[in-house]
C-alpha cells in the first residue's frame, strides 16, 4: 500500500526543500515523489538536505502539470487551508485522511499534493483534487514549512499502515469497490458537461452550476461501475445524429 501513496510538490521554489521532503518521505517507507515545475532540480543542496534519501531524488519523476501527476490516482489529496467555496470533501484531520488514502492504496495510486512554499495551491489546482487536508496547528500562527507539512502527512500514513498491518480484522475486511482515476473522473464531467450545455441546462453562467455538481460527485465518491453507468445515462439523454432521423 505504502508504493501506492504518491507525493506530489508543486512548482517548489527551494530546492532544499524537495531535498528534506525525500528525507521525510523515506523515514516513512515513502518512495514515489513527483515534482511539478520544479524551479531547480537537480540541485546540489536538494541532495544535500535529502540526507541518505537520495535514491528518492533519484527516481522522483518531473512533469508540468498537476493533471499529468494525479491522472492515475484514484483519489487526489490536496494540502490547503479548508476553502468553503470549494466544497471539497474535507479531511479535518490528518489521521482520518490516512485512513481513506491507505484503503484507496490498495489497488491503485493516491496522491498527497503540497503547493507552493508561499502562496499553497491555486484554487484551478485544488478543483483538480477530489479531497483536501489541513493540518491543525495554532491559530495565532499556523505556518509550516513544506518539508514539515510533508512530514506530518506522511507519519499518519505510516502509523495508520502500521495499524492496519497489525491487524487480522483489517485483512479480512471485503474489498471496496474501485474507485475512478482523475483521468476517469476528468471524462465524465467533460461529458457531464456537453450534454448540459447541448440541452440549455446551463443558462446561468454566474450559477456555479458546474462546480456545484464537481463537489456533489467528489463527496459521492463513486465506484468506477457506478461511473461507467452515469456516463452510459449521459450517453442515452444525448440527442442522436440528425443523419439518423
Known sequence: MLSNIRIVLVQ????????????????????????????????DEATRLAAGATDVLDNARVVDSLSEAVDDCVQVIGASARLRHLPLPHFD???TM???ALGNARSAPVALVFGRERSGLTNDEICCC????????NPDYGILNLSQAVQILAYEVHRAWRTQRGS???????????PPTREQFEH?????????Q???????PHARTEEQLQALFARAEPSRKELSLLRGLLSALE???????
Open 168 to 178: 487480522e480484522f483489517a485483512y479480512q475486511a471485503p474489498t471496496q469497490a474501485t
Open 198 to 204: 447541448h440541452s440549455g441546462f446551463l443558462t446561468q
Open 12 to 43: 517548489t521554489f527551494h530546492p532544499g526543500n524537495i531535498g528534506a521532503a525525500a528525507r521525510a518521505m523515506k523515514t516513512m517507507g515513502l518512495t514515489e515523489l513527483t515534482l511539478v515545475n520544479p524551479r531547480a532540480f537537480p540541485d
Open 188 to 196: 465524465f464531467q467533460q461529458h457531464l458537461h456537453k450534454v448540459m
Open 93 to 95: 484531520e490528518p489521521d
Open 98 to 100: 490516512a485512513q481513506s
Open 239 to 245: 440527442p442522436g445524429d440528425p443523419q439518423d432521423a
Open 130 to 137: 477530489t479531497h483536501q487536508v489541513s493540518i491543525p496547528a
